[in-house]
């Protein structure tokens, strides 16, 4: 798909093909927001995806953005447009987008819905939106391990980082902080700092998502998960073969707790 470039509608019928959702039909012409586009590779990626598409690239960083700038030149893609911003005050931009991807980036606002709502008003009627969210479930080893950090007073140094990572690599297998080792982010420093260092990161239920997409006028459409996940969903709860369900996928994380072990990765789509 990314190599011969595909249409939002056309991508989306592909990955939900059992999901009743409404078409943009604006064919390969878009207009997306990526907000949070860090150092480059997600806009990048995605502009690669949609090449006929015109991007808006924002992040905090101006390094992340500086860095995500010059690989984008390298590669020569010229439909993505690069702007320092905040999240929080993209409400004052005169513009409106077909999609908008945001991953991993509002669970570091200190209220992840405000930064939902606006990006929600940035939205055409009918367009799509791509969320990240943490897992409440998913991430009870990086909790504990964050208790574990401010108990033994470790500080976000690389040494310190190491130390710690040491110490929960000799604990007794089957704990619940060992859970980490099978994360590759676990094994350097600067992504370790990120996984279990990280000063303000707020995890989200389901049922917790269910009631903000219903707040902010959101139809879920699907979690992007392996092919293999989503077949033992289908075993599970074959009334909900078209996997839209937030009540069955709420049962289903329960009994199958690292199901979002990275992110909830899900499309909706604005009524």
């Known amino acids: 798909l990314c190599d011969t470039g595909i249409s939002v509608d056309a991508y989306l ?9 409404k078409p943009l039909g604006k064919g390969d012409v878009v207009d997306i927001l990526i ?3 860090g ?9 690669q995806q949609f090449p006929k598409a015109k991007f808006l690239a924002v992040d905090l ?11 984008t030149n ?3 893609l010229e439909n993505i447009e690069y702007a320092h911003a905040d999240i929080l005050k993209l409400g004052v931009l005169d513009r409106k987008f077909d999609v908008i991807e945001s991953i991993g980036t509002l669970v570091c ?4 819905i405000a930064g939902w709502r606006i990006l929600v008003s940035l939205l055409r009627p009918g367009g799509f939106m791509r969320i990240g969210l ?4 998913a991430r009870k080893s990086v909790v504990a391990a964050r208790s574990y950090i401010t108990e033994k007073g470790y500080q976000g140094t690389a040494a310190d980082i190491r130390q710690c990572r040491q110490d929960i690599m000799a604990m007794e297998s089957g704990s619940l902080m060992t859970q980490l080792m099978a994360a590759r982010d676990f094994y350097t420093v600067s992504e370790c700092r990120d996984l279990i260092f990280h000063v303000q990161e707020h995890r989200h239920t389901i049922p917790q998502i269910k009631e903000n997409l219903k707040e902010l006028g959101l139809d879920f459409i699907g979690f992007s998960l392996e092919p293999g996940v989503i077949r033992h969903y289908r075993e599970c709860f074959p009334s909900d073969y078209p996997g839209t369900n937030l009540d069955f996928w709420n049962a289903f994380e329960t009994e ?5 072990r990275g992110l909830y990765q899900f499309w909706v789509q604005k009524n």
Do not use: D, M, W
């Not at 943490?134 to 479930?137: A, D, G, L, P």
């Open 13 to 21: 019928r592909h990955q939900f093909p059992f999901v009743p959702f």
């Open 35 to 37: 907000a949070g586009c």
């Open 39 to 47: 150092t480059g590779q997600h806009s990048i990626g995605t502009a």
């Open 61 to 71: 960083s101006l390094a992340s953005l500086c860095y995500a700038k010059r690989k």
């Open 74 to 76: 390298e590669l020569g």
């Open 109 to 112: 606002l200190k209220e992840p």
């Open 134 to 137: 943490y897992s409440e479930i």
């Open 256 to 260: 199958n707790p690292a199901t979002f």
